[in-house]
């Protein structure tokens, strides 16, 4: 476990401006994935990139890869790493994978249980396990984290009730749209945030357009909801019309610009739920209109969120219980790789030895030179695996398992006499 890294930029200690300079959009996550493997080397990496956050969760035993992999995001980035490797917060470790926990159950989300971190973490999951970058340990971790985010919903209020991005920018449409008789809303992207206000919108008294650059995708979404569809090229005579517009847009600079806005005497509202983010700064500077981005949208459902607040020593507990019973794991993977290791040496020297002396003997000797040998393999290694065994109950598994490693070279692969 102590090879466990994260690298965390999050809106606890980052603003909106420095998280969008390094901010890794899906569709980029398979291209810096290889970059990483190949520059750095490393065998686990997820990336858990969202609103409110730029994760690296990886494994390596070399401090050095730690500054490598800022400098390989830098570059993918097309920044330079002195401009954000002092924001990142490092784990390590043990607390590397309580910090992943709490990501993953929505104790570190800017909107308290937050849904949506834990789908997002699954989709990060499954990029790196098709890259062949999740191993052993990020297999079992992950799917702990799965097991106690199941418990979580089931076992606490942390869900309950409408928190997340999607839901609080519907709550302030709704809001905004008592001012109409008819609120003309205009929804663009259609992403996971994006759907997710859709869905929310479903029941809305509001007449609701949706555009996406995909065409197809709008449509689909609209015959499921009873939406309008717009083409993305009609985007600023679309934004122009409606009194509403919430864009979920992943884009690298902002796609809704204040030279589109005409003038109106009446109020509009933007609601920006992308990060970078994609309604340029200067609208906010246009006559009658509100902005609201992802930084603003965090305590809009007060009541929910004390609900979802009484749930953290809950949820606390449940994390606890899952990271002992992955501790554990952990520590008998270090004693049984060791053992299976220190049993190959034994091999090793065995089949060695038999090619020397075998050619003097006949089929039955060399048989029972086998037959011997097997049991007495089985009695050295036993005392081992009991100490082993009883010095992870101690917590100090890991102190024994390198002794043996360094009395019978374990670290050198065993090859077999041919």
Not at 295 to 318: G, M
Request: charged share 25%; hydrophobic share 40%; aromatic share 6%.
């Amino acid at each position: 476990m102590k090879n466990f890294h994260c690298l965390s930029i999050s809106h606890f200690h980052a603003s909106f401006e420095e998280r969008s300079l390094i901010s890794i959009q899906e569709h980029e996550i398979n291209e810096f994935l290889l970059q990483a493997k190949a520059l750095v080397g490393l065998e686990e990496l997820l990336v858990a990139s969202t609103c409110n956050r730029m994760e690296l969760y990886f494994s390596t035993s070399k401090l050095t890869d730690v500054e490598k992999i800022k400098q390989v995001l830098g570059s993918f980035k097309g920044v330079s790493s002195q401009q954000f490797g002092g924001l990142f917060k490092h784990y390590q470790g043990a607390d590397a994978v309580q910090h992943l926990f709490s990501v993953s159950l929505g104790l570190a989300s800017r909107v308290l249980g937050d849904a949506q971190i834990i789908n997002q973490i699954k989709r990060s999951y499954k990029i790196s396990h098709e890259l062949e970058l999740a191993g052993p340990f990020l297999h079992r971790l992950m799917h702990t984290i799965f097991y106690a985010n199941k418990r979580a919903v089931q076992e606490t209020p942390i869900r309950d009730g409408q928190a997340s991005l999607a839901s609080a920018a519907t709550a302030i449409a709704n809001k905004f749209s008592e001012n109409f008789t008819t609120a003309r809303l205009l929804v663009v992207g259609l992403g996971e945030i994006g759907r997710d206000v859709i869905k929310n919108l479903a029941d809305a008294n509001m007449d609701i357009t949706i555009m996406n650059r995909t065409k197809t995708k709008a449509m689909e979404a609209a015959s499921q909801f009873g939406f309008r569809v717009a083409d993305i090229a009609d985007l600023e005579n679309e934004i122009n019309e409606a009194d509403i517009v919430i864009s979920a847009v992943g884009a690298p600079s902002p796609i809704i610009k204040a030279n589109m806005l005409k003038g109106t005497p009446y109020q509009k509202l933007f609601i920006d739920l992308s990060v970078p983010g994609s309604i340029e700064k200067e609208v906010q500077q246009k006559p009658c209109t509100e902005v609201y981005n992802v930084d603003q949208l965090a305590n809009q459902l007060d009541d929910t969120l004390q609900k979802r607040e009484s749930a953290i020593p809950l949820v606390k507990a449940i994390i606890s219980e899952s990271i002992e019973e992955f501790s554990n794991w952990s520590v008998a993977q270090t004693y049984t790789n060791s053992l299976s290791h220190f049993k190959e040496k034994l091999n090793e020297i065995r089949q060695r030895e038999l090619k020397r002396i075998g050619k003097h003997m006949n089929a039955t000797e060399i048989e029972h030179f086998n037959s011997l040998t097997d049991g007495m393999i089985n009695q050295i290694v036993k005392l081992p695996a009991l100490q082993l065994r009883s010095a992870c109950e101690r917590g100090n598994a890991e102190n024994l398992s390198g002794v043996l490693k360094e009395l019978f070279d374990l670290e050198n692969q065993p090859q077999t006499a041919e």
